[in-house]
């Protein structure tokens, strides 16, 4: 349990603010425009800092000390957070691997487990990915056919997983399979941590809109893996795979208290600047109405991180059940869409051509609109985290869902099942 | 709202809410529609010995509060009468009650405060657009319009920013002042009342509050004063709408299903709350920033100012949408909340000019 504010045993927070503040100084360098590429080299200098943060002893703020962590509150690490923001962070290892995945692991794992995988995670030697969606799945994660068949103290896997980010160049997964196909759906799933480089894994990376090569789709025949690496109970894979997405939102969100400084290079606080200099490049920053759409972004961005800090204090309290994380995660979808929106229109025609290898400011917000569709579908699409909050946060009635109740093999499925 | 409160703020909270459930019904602000001064005096009083007029005073000069900043356990009466839409002056008597307090003379706090404190007296801000003001010896002549001032016509004080030699300066004049001319107007909103103000006087020196020409700073903090009330009881509004949509969805069945199982319906109503989440988390930010003198308070309140506005009169309207033709029916409350979250959009500034400002702040340069 993560102690929300300080006590009394712990350094106090002002403390620890200024320590971090003069190591960050001293060591991390400054946050540059390449915060976001998606190359191997961008992954390995990402673990390189996680490194730097392991050695200067600001690791792990809120994981548990006899894991690795630092065992401190989640002012500790919102204070690191706000320090952090001048300087370049392993963001990508922040999401998935600390606030998604080792989060999960140690809200579920094994005393073991923990030991055994968290502190390599903490130094930033290993990258751990999902292994959730499937191809003929959608947003129907429980309706998994990825089956895992156990055979003595080894679960043989056998099936195909997608979407999951930079899996090629991760060590280890979580992966969801059904084992039981006698029960309903959402109960015969179990939770597996998986090796990716081992012998019957395929791991093949897709080509997105903007031309990266990030996602991959993961192919298994017959994976073996060991009964000790299971996550939670056998056949509860369900209950593992929905904090985990809770984790997810809150991470994506920028509400996780297990990430190394916030979740992106430009959090909510309003520092990303791009519109603004969108507007100084077209030379429209006296326009009138330029000025209402750069207030509107900037508002925007003041809103999310308020909305983060209400509703992340919220859940940690008990004032706000998990659900509520899904507000961050539709806030944080719908103002990406919205500041894109404003982008384009502020950067006019200069979204259609630039000099060669020179997109300019303008360009790089055309691009960047390319892809915005995308955070409202990864981590659970716009219209799950509606039915989410509708449903969960806010009370029923559920969806009608034709798959509740009865054995999941006798569950209808469409071209893909076998 | 803050999601957490100290126990003197909970219990502040919860004695306003039964308060106003006993007092302040919306069938009391339907009374109240012709009745000229918009509110009950009698139950203001009662509200103001609950302290609803007294947070922001010292408690050397007859106020007081519960945590460490009064204004951060206004907000929750003010969130609270926006629930209820509750009838009376909150914002210019406790920003007139702040300035007198903190930068009015001792002769100014004996006069003014005790009538205020105890609700038997009202005052009016007039605004940071200042009246002309030229000096004549030791008095000003004072000469302008202010417009559209909350509780003008029922202000037994008002409190008005006049420039002197191009500096701001306040003054303080009793409303019965010769040459002061109080022309009451209609309105959108059933009980909050305006009016504007033609100033045509000469005062003396007794009337100036803090010195002359020095009135900036204190302008400015009275102005986030009212955006953060007005923002805390907007957001009380939509949040009561909010909650009224619910149970509407939840009870009325059409084609054999309650209206709220219809996905096109709870989406609308996740996004709804999505907005009403974001409004409660930028107005208690507002109010943290100002309480606390933060030096980005004015960023904030303009932020709060620019995104509650336009999404309250959303939700609202969206909300009407969702219950139907009942929604625009007189008899129902709803548009009694749809007109007090469109005239809070549009007082204190409107999010365009909040907008603009922090588009200066922004850009560095003016339009």
């Known amino acids: 349990m993560i102690e929300t504010r300080a006590t009394d045993d712990m350094e106090p927070v002002e403390d620890f603010r200024a320590r971090a503040r003069a190591f960050l100084e001293a060591t991390m360098p400054p946050l540059g425009d390449g915060w976001n590429d998606r190359s191997d080299e961008r992954r390995d200098r990402e673990r390189e800092l996680q490194a730097l943060l392991w050695q200067g002893g600001f690791a792990g703020i809120c994981f548990p000390k006899e894991y690795g962590g630092l065992g401190l509150s989640q002012e500790h690490q919102r204070a690191f957070t706000a320090e952090s923001t001048p300087y370049d962070m392993p963001f990508s290892l922040n999401v998935p691997t600390l606030g998604i995945l080792a989060a999960t692991l140690v809200e579920f794992g094994t005393h073991d487990q923990k030991l055994r995988y968290l502190p390599g995670i903490l130094r930033g030697e290993e990258l751990w990915v999902q292994f959730l969606s499937e191809p003929s799945g959608g947003s129907d994660l429980a309706g998994c056919l990825t089956r895992a068949d156990r055979d003595g103290d080894v679960f043989m896997l056998n099936g195909s997983k997608i979407w999951s980010s930079a899996a090629y160049a991760s060590d280890y997964a979580m992966c969801l399979a059904r084992t039981n196909w006698d029960v309903p759906k959402h109960r015969g799933l179990t939770m597996f941590i998986m090796k990716i480089h081992q012998p019957g894994v395929t791991v093949e990376q897709i080509r997105q809109v903007d031309g990266t090569l990030e996602f991959c789709q993961e192919f298994f025949d017959d994976v073996q893996i060991p009964a000790s690496d299971v996550v939670g109970e056998i056949d509860d894979g369900w209950t593992v795979a929905s904090r985990l997405l809770v984790h997810e939102r809150l991470a994506v969100g920028g509400g996780s208290p297990y990430t190394s400084g916030a979740s992106f290079g430009h959090d909510g606080s309003g520092t990303d600047t791009t519109i603004l200099d969108a507007a100084q490049e077209a030379g429209t920053t006296r326009d009138p109405h330029v000025r209402q759409l750069l207030a509107e972004a900037h508002v925007r961005q003041m809103v999310g991180g308020q909305l983060v800090k209400r509703v992340t204090e919220g859940m940690a309290s008990g004032a706000l059940p998990p659900p509520a994380g899904s507000v961050i995660k539709l806030f944080g979808a719908t103002n990406v869409m919205r500041r894109s929106e404003i982008g384009l229109e502020i950067a006019g025609a200069g979204v259609v051509a630039w000099p060669a290898d020179s997109p300019g400011v303008a360009g790089d917000l055309g691009r960047a609109s390319l892809s915005r569709q995308g955070v409202s579908l990864g981590g659970g699409s716009n219209e799950i985290q509606r039915n989410i909050i509708r449903e969960r946060l806010l009370g029923r009635p559920r969806e009608a869902a034709a798959d509740r109740d009865i054995p999941y093999r006798d569950v209808r499925r469409g071209g893909s099942a076998s | ?367």
């Open chain 2, 1 to 367: 709202m803050e999601l957490q409160l100290s126990e003197e703020q909970d219990a502040f909270a919860s004695t306003t809410r039964r308060f106003l459930a006993a007092e302040c019904p919306t069938t009391a602000v339907r009374a109240l529609e012709h009745e000229a001064a918009g509110f009950d005096r009698a139950v203001w009083a009662q509200g103001a010995a609950l302290g609803g007029t007294s947070l922001l005073v010292p408690e050397s000069l007859g106020g007081g509060c519960f945590s460490e900043h009064g204004l951060s356990d206004l907000v929750l009466a003010a969130e609270e009468m926006g629930r209820v839409l509750a009838a009376g002056p909150l914002v210019p008597v406790n920003v007139v009650a702040e300035a007198i307090a903190h930068h009015g003379s001792e002769e100014q706090h004996q006069r003014v405060l005790p009538g205020l404190l105890d609700g038997s007296a009202v005052a009016a801000w007039c605004g940071p657009a200042p009246v002309r003001a030229t000096r004549d010896g030791e008095s000003l002549v004072l000469s302008g319009r202010c417009s559209t001032v909350e509780a003008g016509a029922q202000a037994d004080h008002l409190l008005v920013t006049a420039l002197v030699d191009d500096q701001p300066t306040q003054v303080l004049l009793p409303a019965d002042t010769p040459g002061v001319l109080v022309t009451p107007l209609d309105g959108l909103d059933l009980v909050r009342r305006f009016a504007d103000i033609d100033i045509s006087a000469t005062v003396g020196p007794e009337a100036v509050v803090g010195a002359v020409g020095d009135a900036g700073p204190a302008i400015e903090h009275q102005g986030h004063i009212a955006c953060v009330l007005q923002c805390a009881e907007t957001v009380g509004a939509m949040d009561r709408v909010f909650e009224m949509t619910l149970e509407y969805l939840g009870d009325r069945y059409s084609f054999g299903r309650p209206l709220s199982s219809y996905q096109a319906l709870k989406h609308r109503m996740a996004d709804d709350k999505m907005h009403l989440e974001s409004c409660h988390a930028i107005a208690t930010a507002a109010a943290r920033a100002v309480a606390q003198g933060s030096p980005d308070a004015d960023e904030v309140v303009n932020a709060a100012k620019v995104w509650i506005g336009p999404h309250a009169t959303e939700l609202v309207q969206d909300c009407i949408q969702l219950h139907g033709g009942i929604g625009v029916t007189w008899e129902h409350d709803l548009h009694l909340y749809l007109r007090r979250v469109t005239v809070n959009r549009a007082t204190y500034g409107t999010p365009e000019e909040h907008a603009e400002r922090i588009a200066r702040h922004l850009t560095g340069v003016t339009a």
